[in-house]
């Protein structure tokens, strides 16, 4: 997409410019309109290989690990000396903190339980999570998806962007005395991007484009001009080239999302199934059955 329509183009995740819709709601899984490159497979390492010693501390590869993700992903995490100082200043550190008796602190304890309760929690919910993303599963909702998923064209098109309602009506007299469209685009039109490929759009789906140039657009058969349409970019000329029947990706190419979605929808379920089996009491809130007492 050119560089001024682009803003045309709403900003969602597609399933090929599809929604990726189930029942349970609003929920949905959306897949991306192109398939997501392939990592190359990782070099295996022995997670318990001791690096460096710090004292009597040790410094393992699965530290190291975990260093990268309390980094966030960011430019340190991704370089391994910078991991390896960051855990010999930790474990220098924890080590001087508990000489200190830092830990012998009730706020240091309560901290403990919490980051204790944070990771108990995260490691059940990737563990349960886990066994929901089946093939089977993946394969299911992929093609329950594909049923549900309403019939959709797209249409290739061309256009003019001009900034008046009189440049785009002159727009329209030229070419329908024959000049040509393309070069017609290349001299006129306000969209660097388009204007020198033709004012060629490519394929496009009706939701992607605002509305007021998306219901011209799909209105119009292969060939024919439209009339000048107004949006907040400017006026237009639009032209058809082609429509066609929207095709759905194929499911090796939105595997990887369909799983993302099984999993974080799993966890859900598990949070919600614990809520409704866990007696919670909300003392910080007025209790139900007390009666609110009778203005005089």
Known sequence: MNSLVQPMVKTRLKLTCATLIIGLGAMGAVMAQTPVPKSPPAIAVDPARILVKVDDAT??????????????????AQNREALIGYMIDLRMGAKAALDNKAGDSAEFKRRMAHQRDKLLLEDYLASEAHKAVTPA?????????????????????????????????????????????????????????????????????????????????????????????????????????????HQPPKLEDVRDQIAQYLERKAQQDIILALRSKAKVERLDQPSADKETPKKP
């Open 59 to 76: 410094i393992t590869e699965a530290d190291l690990a975990l260093a990268a993700e309390d980094l966030g992903g960011g430019p340190e």
């Open 137 to 245: 599963a993946i394969t299911k909702l992929y093609e329950d998806t594909i049923k549900s998923l309403p019939p959709e064209q797209e249409v290739r098109a061309r256009h003019i962007l001009v900034e008046t309602e009189d440049q785009a009506k002159a727009v329209v007299e030229r070419l329908n005395k024959g000049e040509d469209f393309a070069k017609l685009s290349a001299e006129l039109s306000k969209d660097p991007g388009s204007g020198q490929q033709g004012g060629d759009l490519g394929w496009f789906t009706k939701e992607r484009m605002v509305p007021e140039f998306a219901e011209a657009a799909f209105k119009l058969e292969p060939g024919k001009l439209s009339n000048p349409v107004k949006t907040q970019f400017g006026w237009h000329v639009l032209k058809v080239e082609e429509k066609r029947a």
